[in-house]
């Protein structure tokens, strides 16, 4: 298996349990919201009908319903806030860490293939132009070490040729 192919299963690994634990996160804070307002209606209706009835003779029947209306939306603040209190596992921070060293190594291999795709452009633009100027100049090919070792060739075959 290849570096790069360990890398992309990893990241998809991590990518998958970080879902995963999104999604708990947010489906037990989810539970805990509809919980607390579910109980919150329940003990609204009774809390506030003794409230009510508790607080009419002092408060009069209008202070009273008011008095019990405050203390039902701070209760309900007061559980959300709990809910919202709620913070991700210690897991989640590890497979970040994971999933941001594979990304890291993704890109440093992506770098490397392409750097290597740059010097083999390079090489073969090169190629070309020894061919194009070839083609153009067969002459300019020839250097003198060639021409040396030519000469050198012809005058053993021209020896040999004597004997």
């Known amino acids: 298996m290849s570096t790069i192919q360990r890398n992309l299963q990893l990241l998809w690994r991590t990518e998958r349990i970080l879902a995963e634990a999104r999604l708990k ?3 037990r804070k989810l539970t805990l919201a509809v919980g607390a307002g579910i109980a919150v209606l329940f003990a609204l209706g009774m809390f506030n009908l003794a409230g009510l009835f508790a607080l009419e003779p002092s408060l009069g029947l209008a202070g009273a319903a008011a008095l019990v ?3 039902n939306i701070v ?3 007061l559980i959300l806030a709990i809910a919202q209190g709620l913070r991700p596992a ?3 921070d590890m497979v ?5 060293l594979a990304i ?3 890109g440093g291999e992506i770098e490397e293939v392409q750097s290597a795709f ?7 633009e090169g190629m070309r132009k020894s061919i194009s100027g070839f083609i153009k100049r067969p002459a300019d090919a020839i250097s003198p070490a060639m021409i040396g070792a030519g000469l050198s060739a012809v005058s053993k075959l021209v020896k040999s040729g004597k004997k």
């Open 25 to 27: 996160l947010t489906s």
């Open 69 to 71: 209306g405050f203390i």
């Open 75 to 77: 209760a309900a603040g």
């Open 90 to 92: 210690e897991e989640e």
């Open 96 to 100: 970040r860490e994971v999933r941001d």
């Open 104 to 106: 890291g190594e993704i």
């Open 118 to 124: 740059a010097q083999l452009r390079g090489d073969i």
